[in-house]
Nanobody
Framework: VQLQASGGGSVQPGGSLTLSCAASGNTYSAFNMGWFRQAPGKEREFVAAISYRGIDSSYQDSVKGRFAISKDIDKDMASLQMNNLKFEDTGVYYC???????????????????WGQGTLVTVSS
């Protein structure tokens, strides 16, 4: 199974972008999916995650109210709608997927079995 992320780009502060992630291959069981990001010179951090049925979701505090994660259950696809983007949102965004129980481990990178190739989001004026 592979993850393919798309939708990154450059935007001015206050702008919006939508990231998409699709799982391909033998997706015989549904995935919990999410996004991590890594800014230049910083450690990778959790951004958002959603359960495989799309019912339960979580966000990093700094993106709450601005980002929204959603999931297409039938297609094992996840999207991250990012609004009111800020300079500090700049980074490489990684799509992730995991099959374990969707508990507190959802915030840990190690929970996710699959990682996409990353898509760059640049917020600049």
């Amino acid at each position: 199974v592979q993850l393919q992320a798309s939708g990154g780009g450059s935007v001015q502060p206050g702008g919006s972008l939508t990231l998409s992630c699709a799982a391909s291959g033998n997706t015989y069981s549904a995935f919990n999916m999410g996004w991590f990001r890594q800014a230049p010179g910083k450690e990778r951090e959790f951004v958002a995650a959603i359960s495989y049925r799309g019912i339960d979701s979580s966000y990093q505090d700094s993106v709450k109210g601005r980002f929204a994660i959603s999931k297409d259950i039938d297609k094992d696809m996840a999207s991250l709608q990012m609004n009111n983007l800020k300079f500090e949102d700049t980074g490489v965004y990684y799509c992730v997927a995991g099959r374990g129980p969707f508990g507190t481990d959802r915030y840990r990178a190690g929970y996710y079995d699959l990682w996409g190739q990353g898509t760059l989001v640049t917020v600049s004026s």
